[in-house]
């Protein structure tokens, strides 16, 4: 995903300078309180939301659901969880049914071995759509979340009332181009996206180091260090803490390969597409969508955010949602 982050580098908002700074919303070795559960998290938002758990398609999903309506369901990217979407939740709720799973993986209980490949994380979200009642959905998904939701669409057309794509797309041939290496002045260097690939290696470097990684990320990932607060980066943190937990979020990168060979046998996604994308990724969008989708509503610019749309910009992606989705 050619993302350019280096402003937010040149901006001094790396992880390791606002730490080193003691800027709010950054980590600090004192002090820190304990993290909230899920329900607790869930009950703390407008709309009814409640934290539940579903067994689906051989493993065992947690979700939050509230609101009434019609439903939307949101998938979360790494290294986030459901709470991603925590500002953009209440807004929704207001006109949906809203429902905001983690995925295979990810928080909850459950840390399978497999079935990391974005076919059969559709099929979780599919089952779980089914086990609430719902024939078809409104889906959106952020980062992997998008790869999700994209496989959805792909491969469960009858379920899918329409389909939002928020900042990434999901794996195909031209991921094997992407740099490593940067020529100066360029992006950000991805390097997670080999690194996560690596078998052992990140479980023993990251367990109980977490909340370093969660700050390098949205150190350079958000315009403004404020829209996710201390708070927010220690239940990120917590999710993903242990190896069990990294290595199971690992998982969604080591299975590309799986999925880019998926993609080349799916058929152009005929429900409704809705594109939203910070400014750098928006090149990568309009290249794209036109030949993996027939029916392409539009492509929203979130102009305040770099990567974490919903962190960002909350009630642009929740007014453009609830504009796509009717």
Known sequence: MPMNRRRALAAGLGAAALVNAGLPGVDSAAGRAPVPSDAELAGSLAGGFGSFYADVNGTRLHYVSGGQGEPVFLLPGWPATWWTYRKVMPILAERYRVVVPDLRGMGGLARPLGGFDKKTMARDIYALARKL???????????????????FAANHPDATRSVALLDVLHPDRGFYEWRLIQPPGGGVNMWWMAFNQVDGLPEELLAGRARHLIDWHYGIGLVDQSNVSDRDRAVFAHAYDTANAI????????????????????????????????????PWF????????????????????????????????????AAFFG
């Open 286 to 321: 309009q290249a794209t969508l036109p030949n993996v989708a027939t029916d392409v509503r539009g492509i929203v610019t979130v102009d305040k955010a770099l990567h974490w749309l919903a962190d960002e910009d909350p009630e642009l992606v929740a007014r453009s949602l």
């Open 133 to 151: 009642g719902y024939e078809s959905v409104n889906i959106a998904g952020h980062d992997i979340g998008a790869m999700v939701a994209f496989s």
């Open 247 to 282: 290595r199971a979020g690992n998982g969604w990168y080591k299975a590309f390969q799986q999925d880019i060979a998926d993609m080349d046998t799916y058929a152009k996604v005929t429900a409704p597409l809705l594109g939203l994308v910070a400014p750098a990724t928006l």
